[in-house]
């Protein structure tokens, strides 16, 4: 009889469930928490038969106990309860406060944010402890917790700690108030602000909890190339409805200012940095703001750059103005977050302008203000080599700014994983002492004030970030935030095994081709060193023979100077000498193409069509045999994806097939239509046995594409 | 032994199922299928023990099937099987090809698409059959079958048929190619431009699904707005991509066509209809569309509209226009949709102006025209008389437009359920033979070519269209659209039992709330035949004032006419005689303010504010009454809607609870912002017992929404 009881309610059950399952869209991320085999619950349940912790709970301490009683739930089929006894198999949250008797965890390495994971005997009784000085640090451990169960790590023998090497771990969302997402190719914006702040979509939250589940600590939720609404009465109440979900994740959130909000809402005639008025207006606002939002955390400034309004419309530079922000934000512990992104039209090398306007004013900044320098001079290429303020502003706090959407990477079409870029720029050695790691990290010249940015890639999409892919480029950012020194295979390691799979083949094949992918963009976009070479206003396809924008460095001519007589921008002594404003002896190496890595090449020198490369082959034909290495390379990922059929859900591998469909043919694309006009330019016959571009010049350069998503 | 291998199979069923359960967001709409009580899930079983069609099957009938598997799958948990054989309780989709023995259907009165449900012995077994002349009308059958099963119908005794009364059933897309969605409250555009034609979002399906399951057989993707773009190579790809979506589920596409295509992507030097090479441009257009849409539907097209091009740019009238795309589309089979939506600056009544320009064409139009008329001769107000072009145009067919997404009407976050207003026009008596529905459903004039057509709720949002109640609207509009002459009432109880609950009493209170919404928003926002008191722009809040725009018939002031004499607009005789337009038995009527209801009162009269009213009352202070009833409806609804709490999923009803609030602060706003105004043109102290409007008119006056949604 209770046997039939038990079936009759397990067959109600089942049904309950089954009538409910959801095809794989992507919507979980890597906080999926299937449910595992029958011989891993065993020992899941094993170790996670409650959790103990501190009453009552805080808000965030809540959602860390939430979030590890929904994984465990998702993977055994039943939720921990939370206790107060010291039951076997628990997991402990533990801070010094509680002073559980018989824990011993070196609390003072473990800083404010930082966790410790340890399966132990306490008080007799077996347990997994997850110590932190902080709530947050509890809510980033047990997120930890749930990474290394999915990732497949001995549970009984878990001992790892990590503490953040970096204070300010941000995304920065360039959504306009009307949703449209500048450079966004997930749909609009996630942020529905007319709606705000009475509808809560269900989705901040778990907006909130992917976030945490990474470490980053805060969003800025409007574009830099920002409205002054965002500042007015209304908006500040929507940002304070968003800060509210987020605030049980430990995600703090921060505005775009825009500068001439003085006169534009407060009615001065100015907003001169040094007027009186100007700054009064700033306090008050800033005051207003942390009425409404206590732990707002301060402003990020687009000033003078592209059009946006600054400190130089006044003659002023940008430690007045951003130290006059800073002097409205600083008795409310706000910072200011000034970026280095700018170039005048009249700029001789656009390369060079950040670090001329930027580096004689080291020193100059107020304590609360760190300058935010994207990864390259440029503007987030395929590949750049590192920002030359990076080591060379050591009296300034510098925060590194990545692009996490794929603006002039294929946008959310083209698979391209983004670790291996992060890496490279973090672990690229200044010559002044240390890597840029170090800089960022504040180590290498001393700095509490510490901050990575990454320009978000998440929208309304369903998967979030327009491709099941795309999600870890916000995985490794994420990651790579909390600790720079991250090697982008392991990242993707752990990305890949929560999110596909967590056999070990399988998960590796997806490794390598994530790997691989980037250096396959480089080459079928711009191989050597070159830059800047896509069609104007979409930066999706190629258009190497534009050159007639208003502004010369808007041409992608202006980048690659292919002419007759070679290719390639001199930016030694003989050209713009912007090779100078790094470190002497990197300066050195750089300036002779004998000691240039042929990576950057192009990017420094201007080179004959037939110099010899150390490949043994003329300029002109390693050129095309990159563009070749990255056609071959997309179909390579092609191959290897339809290889794990058999791991993946159907749903996901379909999906992620139809792209490297498109991709593929995007990128005999790029290099039939760069191959053909680089021809035409140099007049060189193809190299014996090249495959000619599929269609003439003409029609490439007839291409339009009118409608393409995230225009600015 | 046995026993025990169930309840390790069963629990881990369980897991794998209890672990994607997802929270109830509405994106299944009223396809829910969610699991039936243990009593009927018994009866549901023995009704669909399999499932028997035609082999092969084709698409249509595949789609069908499925649909049929879902749906009881979701329900009892068990998918029927596909079978040749006819066994007892089985679903039999019949057409007379098939020859059934015994199987006694009325095939003639079944149309094109018509269906017939019946439960019946079919050769010595109980089976129910599912009959109709074609795949899709199987289609349409087995979707009301499962709406049947849905509402709670007696699955032993069913004997239903329905055969659609309008032949094209359709939904125009305000969709731009940016995936901006003009009158857009529901996030951004489903369709997905850039990705497609090689990435088909598996959403595409499901809202195919969606419209199916109403009857609705045509989509227009692109705003009337158009772009020339659309009518490109690369863009007729991205729509055949779709069109092959939604086919299964007979479903065509028709696209908006820019009457200066011609000029803009021709290079011709004029769109003139009557110019042969302009007549060319398009035979080959039509011919080239044909060829990558076999089915193509056909053009819709506002012309001479609100800056729109279109013949009167050449000298050429409506007609002209519409005649040379119809010459076009004809041999194969496509049709015109010609808006009669138009109106001149010069014009002394906008409400007056598509009646004089389309009248006199009467008889003028190809047979493969059918001019597409808004419900109102305005624009979408709260309520409207009935156009006056319904029955005085005997000689074209007249397709009826209305506006399923709320433009003038709360945006998706009031809920005002429009089925009773959508009753109300389609059962206006024209006084000329019938009703609008029998003008829109051709028996008026003997017209084959009849359409329905309704500007689209739908977004990428979760939930399809903004708010939950809000897919109460898209579903009326179809249901409506097959049927004319379903009532509100029962269709608003349809959808409650499938998206809510089918418990009577609940779904009834349900109903409830949703008959009362419509007369509530016209109380609060344009009581008594008041319209287009909207602020600019937005047509969101209250405007009255307004009165400085470019264009007199843009202004509110222009249509309430409030003034120390009185209010309203006096379209009889001593105005603009607009009411002439009607048929004379009805003008007569409309006339004289003693025999014109007083819900279209200010519609055609200018009266005193101390004009007595049947309710004994002032004009005055029946307008504040009636003001007053609005928002005491909406707190109404507040109520019932609190009381379903128990019945109601906890996700769904938190987020109706938060709209609610919205609308109960809004329709405040609209009461407070309105007797504000009209006071201070009336002079006249508010009725004894009135509460006075919460803030003085001036700020009413200085709100401002910038980034409102869906703007134009």
Redesign the interface.
């Known amino acids: 009889m209770k046997?039939m009881f038990?079936?009759v309610a397990?067959?109600?059950?089942?049904?309950?469930?089954?009538?409910?399952?959801?095809?794989e869209?992507g919507y979980d991320l890597w906080l999926r928490?299937?449910?595992v085999p029958?011989e891993v619950?065993g020992v899941l349940q094993a170790r996670a038969r409650a959790i103990v912790a501190a009453t009552p709970t805080t808000p965030v301490l809540q959602a860390a106990v939430a979030e590890l009683q929904r994984g465990v739930?998702?993977?055994?089929?039943k939720a921990p309860a939370l206790s107060t006894r010291l039951v076997p198999g628990a997991l402990v949250l533990a801070t010094p406060a509680q002073a559980l008797a018989g824990l011993d965890v070196p609390w003072a390495d473990l800083g404010r944010e930082g966790w410790l994971l340890r399966s132990q005997k306490l008080q007799g009784r077996d347990v997994t402890v997850i110590a932190a000085n902080s709530d947050a640090g509890l809510l980033y451990g047990s997120f930890a917790w749930l990474r290394a169960v999915q990732t497949g790590a001995n549970l009984a023998r878990l001992d790892q700690r990590s503490v953040p090497k970096v204070g300010l771990r941000l995304l920065n969302h360039w959504d306009?108030?009307?949703?449209?997402v500048e450079r966004g190719?997930a749909?609009?914006s996630l942020w529905d602000?007319?709606?705000l702040p009475?509808?809560?979509d269900?989705?901040y939250t778990d907006y909130a909890r992917a976030n945490a589940s990474l470490g980053i600590n805060g969003t800025v939720l409007n574009n830099v190339n920002s409205?002054a609404?965002s500042l007015t009465a209304p908006y500040l109440a929507k940002a304070a409805a968003l800060a509210g979900v987020f605030r049980p994740y430990g995600i703090k959130v921060y505005l775009s200012a825009r500068f001439s909000a003085p006169r534009e809402l407060g009615g001065l005639k100015t907003s001169d940095p040094l007027d009186p008025a100007v700054r009064a207006w700033w306090k008050a606002k800033a005051d207003e703001i942390y009425k409404t939002i206590p732990d707002f955390g301060g402003f990020l400034v687009k000033a003078n750059s592209e059009g946006q309004p600054g400190p130089q419309d006044y003659g002023r530079n940008h430690a007045d103005g951003a130290n006059m922000l800073a002097e409205a934000l600083a008795p409310h512990g706000g910072v200011v977050m000034w970026r280095a992104f700018v170039y005048a039209p009249e700029a001789k090398d656009r390369a060079a302008q950040a670090f001329d306007e930027f580096q004689p004013l080291d020193g100059k900044f107020a304590p609360n203000v760190i300058v935010q320098v994207k990864n390259g001079a440029i503007d987030f290429q395929p590949r750049e080599p590192f920002h030359p303020l990076f080591g060379a502003m050591p009296k300034t706090p510098l925060a590194l700014e990545l692009q996490i959407t794929k603006e002039y990477l294929g946008?959310a079409?083209h698979l391209v994983h983004l670790g291996p870029l992060f890496e490279e720029v973090l672990q690229a050695d200044t010559h002044r002492g240390g890597t840029v790691a170090r800089v960022v990290d504040g180590s290498l010249h001393g700095h509490k004030l510490t901050a990575v940015a990454g320009v978000a890639n998440i929208g309304?999409?369903?998967n979030w970030s327009g491709s099941q892919f795309d999600q870890a480029n916000w995985y490794a950012f994420g990651r790579m935030a909390w600790d720079p020194d991250l090697k982008a295979a392991a990242v993707a390691r752990e990305w890949a095994a929560q999110t596909f799979t967590n056999k070990a083949a399988s998960r590796d094949a997806i490794v390598d081709l994530m790997l691989a992918s980037r250096e396959a963009v480089v080459d079928y976009m711009t191989p050597l060193g070159l830059h800047h070479l896509m069609d104007t206003g979409h930066h999706y396809g190629p258009g190497p023979w534009v050159n007639d924008l208003e502004r010369a460095d808007w041409n992608p001519t202006y980048f690659h100077r292919a002419a007759r007589d070679g290719i390639g921008f001199d930016r030694t002594r003989t050209g713009s000498n912007a090779v100078a404003q790094y470190a002497p002896a990197l300066a050195r190496l750089w300036s002779d193409p004998r000691t240039t890595p042929p990576e950057l090449l192009l990017w420094f020198h201007h080179l004959p069509w037939d110099h010899a490369m150390p490949s043994g082959r003329t300029l002109w034909a390693e050129l095309i045999a990159r563009y070749d290495a990255g056609v071959a390379s997309v179909d390579d990922m092609g191959r290897r994806w339809a290889g794990l059929r058999a791991d993946i859900d159907p749903?996901r591998h379909a999906?992620v097939t139809?792209?490297l469909?498109?991709q593929a043919r995007e990128a005999r694309w790029w290099r039939d239509a760069c191959i053909a006009y680089f021809q035409s330019v140099s007049g060189l016959p193809l190299p014996a046995g090249t495959r000619p571009p599929a269609q003439g010049l003409e029609h490439y350069k007839s291409l339009r594409f009118?409608?393409?998503?995230g225009r600015g």
């Open positions: 046997t038990v079936w397990l067959a109600l059950a089942l049904t309950l469930g089954s009538a409910r399952v959801q095809a869209d928490y299937r449910p029958a619950r739930q998702g993977m055994t089929g306009n108030l009307d949703r449209h190719y749909g609009a602000w007319w709606k009475d509808i809560l269900a989705r409205k609404d946008f079409t309304t999409d369903r749903e999906e139809a792209y469909a498109v009118g409608f393409a998503p």
